[in-house]
């Protein structure tokens, strides 16, 4: 619509596509237009409207401000993830379960000493990031068995003071390696 505009009062047309692959920041044109002198009536007021955009290369810009987190003080990503992600003010931590480090195996069977564990291994994820369970704005907990909701809860206000981050708990089918808890987190830094 812009480039149509312009062309109409005999503006050179500027190609944007190039200009935005060479720099990764490109101002959009700023168009004004004013309604038809045929629009002026008694019925219709004039009037003006200014239109201007500023748009980035979101590849490049995404990439510089994405950050991998990782801490041998936590276990290792189970799959193609990272144990976080840091990004814009944000640290996103991928689900954590209830694993020993050293070991890769889980601390114990029982719900108690799982959540405990998988709270401590955020803990360390959260303090490789420079963010605390302080700074946590929003969790969620996936567990195999709803009936343990409250002895997680239980667990869980130790590490959170109030106000406690936002949360969403689900029971799930199923969790990696017969887990039966996981929590994931985001916290701001």
């Keep these: 619509m ?6 109409s009062v005999g503006a050179p047309a500027i190609d944007l596509r190039s200009l935005r692959a ?5 101002v959009g044109l700023c168009c004004v237009s004013l309604a038809s002198s045929r629009l002026w009536t008694s019925r219709f007021k004039p009037f003006a409207c200014v239109n201007a955009a500023l748009s980035t290369n979101p590849t490049s810009a995404a990439a ?4 991998a987190v990782r801490t041998e003080k936590a276990p290792a990503a189970l799959g193609p993830y990272s144990q976080a992600i840091k990004a814009n003010n944000l640290v996103f931590v991928s689900g954590v379960l209830g694993l020993v480090p050293e070991t890769g195996k889980f601390v114990s069977d029982t719900i108690e000493e799982q959540t405990e564990q998988v709270l401590k ?7 490789a990031s420079g963010a ?4 946590v704005v929003k969790t969620t907990i996936m567990l195999a068995d709803l009936k343990d909701f409250k002895t997680v809860n239980e667990i869980y206000s130790k590490y959170f003071s109030s106000p406690a981050p936002a ?3 689900y029971q799930v089918a199923a969790l990696p390696m017969n887990a039966r808890i996981e929590i994931e987190c985001i916290a701001a830094l």
Excluded at 2 to 7: E, G, I, L, Q
Excluded at 121 to 127: D, F, V
């Design 121 to 127: 291994n955020m803990g360390e994820i959260l303090k």
């Design 167 to 169: 949360r969403s708990t």
């Design 132 to 135: 605390s369970y302080s700074s």
């Design 64 to 67: 510089d401000k994405k950050e």
């Design 2 to 7: 812009s480039w149509s505009a312009a062309r």
């Design 22 to 26: 060479r720099a990764p920041v490109a």
